[in-house]
């Protein structure tokens, strides 16, 4: 994702998964949300690809928890200002969490994020390969054991243990 930052020439950057669509005429939200120049990003709210009513759920509870908590993931399309993100060294080489932790630094530098009420669309396929429960148990957990402080290269042995 580094390597795709430093090649782009626009002033805004869009980090999406490659299971993730953008809601209708994203770029135009995007360039209006960051018309306040206070805002340095944000990211869209989230739709998982399914009509298990767990995932719409789960869909609602991520959107939620990245409004209250202003740390959206990288599957709701984070976007940035690239001379922000520049500024900030980018993400970390790491292989798991790089978008968590982006987000920290943000938050931790007091920056301003917008998040779009549009949704993005992601695919249900990990969730349902893996097993709905098993895969939300596992993810929670990851996170709050990276918020403590485990190191991202130890925590990704598990993340990629089943998928």
Do not use: C
């Not at 782009?8 to 949300?33: M, W």
């Amino acid at each position: 994702m580094n390597a795709g930052a430093a090649a782009a020439r626009g002033e805004i950057l869009i980090f999406l998964h490659a299971d993730t669509t953008l809601p209708d005429n994203a770029i135009g939200k995007i360039n209006q949300a960051l018309q306040d120049r206070d805002y340095i990003g944000g990211a869209f709210d989230l739709k998982i690809d399914s009509n298990r009513l767990f995932l719409k759920y789960i869909s609602v509870r991520a959107s939620l928890r990245s409004r209250w908590n202003r740390i959206p993931y990288g599957d709701q399309a984070i976007f940035i200002r690239k001379k922000y993100f520049d500024q900030i060294g980018g993400f970390k080489e790491i292989p798991l969490m790089e978008d968590v932790d982006l987000m920290r630094r943000i938050k931790k530098d007091r920056k301003k994020i917008f998040i779009l009420p549009d949704k993005v669309t992601t695919s249900a396929r990990r969730w349902e390969s893996d097993g709905v429960l098993y895969t939300t148990m596992r993810n929670q957990i990851l996170v709050r054991l990276f918020y403590l402080g485990i190191n991202p290269h130890k925590l990704a042995k598990y993340y990629w243990r089943r998928s």
